[in-house]
């Protein structure tokens, strides 16, 4: 009984088991039928969207268009609709903006001596082609022009761009124009041979290299507006000579107070072997070894405290001597001052009256030159800068020479302050 128990129980296994993977394999292929059927949906989606997507183009298109024609007739609709009032205003708007585009032709015109317009029938435009390529193709045309020698000869010249170029036979070089003279001149260049036969090459083979000035002669202007410290000090006018002199002043001083103040003694010395006598008196031996050697301001406070015992006269005495060599060593300094102070003052002055006569100058000739007026007015503040340049300097000298002096004077006063303690034993009488 067991037995086929186990047999059935291992049939109804069996049978599972098959009946599982039966199903499986249904499965699997189901999934696979699936699969190629969403693989086709989504190929033809695909070519169901291209289509649309052309047609939705093509719709928006339409529609832009039809809305610049909507857009076009409102544009109509509104102008029918417009008052005379406005219609006045828009067409004087409009002659306004014609009147300016005439106003750029006619500045155009004057700038490059062309004619680019056609009356009232517009711009020509076959001219301005022309007129380029005669640009972009210069020729060598013969004009007479003024020569190195100021002499009127005759020139092949030619126009490169904003620069215009002139050579014969003996020379070579750029054209320039002043105002004061309507025929131009010949400015020769500083390497004129290989200028000139460059200048030769240009003409026969239309090739060559040619000297260019990028700053179109204004190096050659600045080149020519430096002028030497004579010639710039005359520039000044009247007021510089008066400023020229205090600086010489101020200069002399300052040189003749460094050498006096680098000449004083050092005090260091004599105050090392001073203080060696503080709590005992000085022999009369020992005051001579100390007066040898010494200079006349340090011999002044000695022989008053030789002369005199402790007392306030003998401190009175040393006050004096002080305030002696005091007077003595800053003698002069207020005058590098002076100078420093009065300087800038004169030079203001001097830049009022420039002022006051280029006004007077623009008053009879006009104002219509800018050169004419910037350069009066440059004229004047050079008196001003003159003023500077001399007072910045004496200041700063005069505060070092004065700084040496206190100096000096609050060294003196610390010796003194240490003589008035010092007592001599063989003190003699000052001199009846």
Same mark, same amino acid.
Request: charged share 20%.
């Given at each position: 009984?067991?037995?086929?128990?186990?047999?059935?129980?291992?049939?109804?296994?069996?049978?599972?088991?098959?009946?599982?993977?039966?199903?499986?394999?249904?499965?699997?292929?189901?999934?696979?039928?699936?699969?190629?059927?969403?693989?086709?949906?989504?190929?033809?989606?695909?070519?169901?969207?291209?289509?649309?997507?052309?047609?939705?183009?093509?719709?928006?298109?339409?529609?832009?268009?039809?809305?610049?024609?909507?857009?076009?007739?409102?544009?109509?609709?509104?102008?029918?609709?417009?008052?005379?009032?406005?219609?006045?205003?828009?067409?004087?708007?409009?002659?306004?903006?014609?009147?300016?585009?005439?106003?750029?032709?006619?500045?155009?015109?004057?700038?490059?001596?062309?004619?680019?317009?056609?009356?009232?029938?517009?711009?020509?435009?076959?001219?301005?082609?022309?007129?380029?390529?005669?640009?972009?193709?210069?020729?060598?045309?013969?004009?007479?022009?003024?020569?190195?020698?100021?002499?009127?000869?005759?020139?092949?010249?030619?126009?490169?761009?904003?620069?215009?170029?002139?050579?014969?036979?003996?020379?070579?070089?750029?054209?320039?124009?002043?105002?004061?003279?309507?025929?131009?001149?010949?400015?020769?260049?500083?390497?004129?041979?290989?200028?000139?036969?460059?200048?030769?090459?240009?003409?026969?083979?239309?090739?060559?290299?040619?000297?260019?000035?990028?700053?179109?002669?204004?190096?050659?202007?600045?080149?020519?507006?430096?002028?030497?410290?004579?010639?710039?000090?005359?520039?000044?006018?009247?007021?510089?000579?008066?400023?020229?002199?205090?600086?010489?002043?101020?200069?002399?001083?300052?040189?003749?107070?460094?050498?006096?103040?680098?000449?004083?003694?050092?005090?260091?010395?004599?105050?090392?072997?001073?203080?060696?006598?503080?709590?005992?008196?000085?022999?009369?031996?020992?005051?001579?070894?100390?007066?040898?050697? !010494? $200079?006349?301001?340090?011999?002044? /406070?000695?022989?008053?405290?030789? =002369? %005199? +015992?402790?007392? @306030?006269?003998?401190?009175?005495?040393?006050?004096?001597?002080?305030?002696?060599?005091?007077?003595?060593?800053?003698?002069?300094?207020?005058?590098?001052?002076?100078?420093?102070?009065?300087?800038?003052?004169?030079?203001?002055?001097?830049?009022?009256?420039?002022?006051?006569?280029?006004?007077?100058?623009?008053?009879?000739?006009?104002?219509?030159?800018?050169?004419?007026?910037?350069?009066?007015?440059?004229?004047?503040?050079?008196?001003?800068?003159?003023?500077?340049?001399?007072?910045?300097?004496?200041?700063?000298?005069?505060?070092?020479?004065?700084?040496?002096?206190?100096?000096?004077?609050?060294? !003196? $006063?610390?010796?003194?302050?240490? /003589?008035?303690?010092?007592?001599? =034993? %063989? +003190?003699?009488? @000052?001199?009846?």
């Amino acid at each position: 009984m067991m037995r086929t128990t186990i047999f059935i129980l291992m049939l109804a296994a069996s049978f599972t088991s098959i009946s599982a993977s039966t199903e499986s394999s249904v499965l699997l292929k189901r999934i696979s039928d699936s699969t190629v059927k969403l693989n086709q949906t989504q190929k033809k989606i695909d070519k169901e969207h291209k289509v649309l997507a052309k047609k939705l183009q093509a719709q928006l298109l339409k529609v832009k268009s039809l809305r610049e024609k909507a857009k076009n007739i409102r544009r109509l609709e509104d102008e029918q609709l417009l008052s005379i009032d406005n219609l006045k205003s828009r067409n004087q708007q409009w002659l306004a903006q014609q009147n300016y585009q005439l106003q750029l032709i006619s500045s155009f015109e004057q700038q490059t001596k062309s004619h680019i317009s056609n009356g009232d029938s517009g711009i020509n435009t076959a001219t301005i082609i022309n007129q380029f390529n005669a640009l972009l193709t210069p020729t060598f045309s013969t004009k007479q022009l003024i020569g190195s020698d100021n002499k009127l000869k005759t020139f092949d010249s030619i126009k490169l761009g904003p620069l215009q170029f002139a050579m014969n036979a003996e020379e070579a070089g750029i054209v320039t124009k002043s105002i004061n003279n309507e025929t131009a001149r010949v400015a020769p260049i500083n390497s004129s041979h290989d200028f000139h036969e460059n200048m030769l090459a240009l003409k026969e083979t239309g090739r060559s290299y040619i000297h260019f000035d990028p700053t179109l002669g204004n190096a050659n202007k600045l080149s020519q507006t430096n002028t030497s410290f004579i010639e710039y000090i005359e520039r000044g006018g009247t007021w510089a000579i008066p400023i020229i002199s205090f600086a010489l002043a101020a200069l002399v001083i300052a040189l003749f107070k460094s050498f006096q103040l680098l000449k004083l003694p050092s005090l260091k010395e004599l105050e090392v072997k001073v203080k060696q006598y503080t709590n005992k008196p000085l022999a009369t031996q020992d005051f001579d070894n100390l007066l040898k050697g !010494l $200079e006349p301001i340090q011999k002044s /406070l000695m022989l008053v405290i030789e =002369s %005199n +015992a402790i007392s @306030q006269k003998r401190d009175d005495l040393l006050i004096a001597e002080l305030s002696k060599h005091k007077a003595h060593n800053e003698k002069y300094l207020g005058v590098i001052t002076t100078c420093a102070a009065v300087a800038p003052l004169l030079g203001l002055l001097g830049t009022v009256s420039g002022m006051i006569h280029t006004f007077m100058m623009m008053n009879i000739f006009g104002s219509g030159d800018a050169s004419v007026v910037s350069g009066g007015i440059s004229q004047a503040l050079i008196t001003t800068e003159l003023g500077l340049i001399v007072a910045i300097p004496s200041l700063i000298m005069g505060a070092l020479l004065g700084r040496k002096v206190k100096s000096f004077q609050s060294s !003196l $006063e610390s010796l003194a302050l240490q /003589l008035s303690k010092l007592e001599v =034993s %063989n +003190a003699r009488k @000052q001199h009846e």
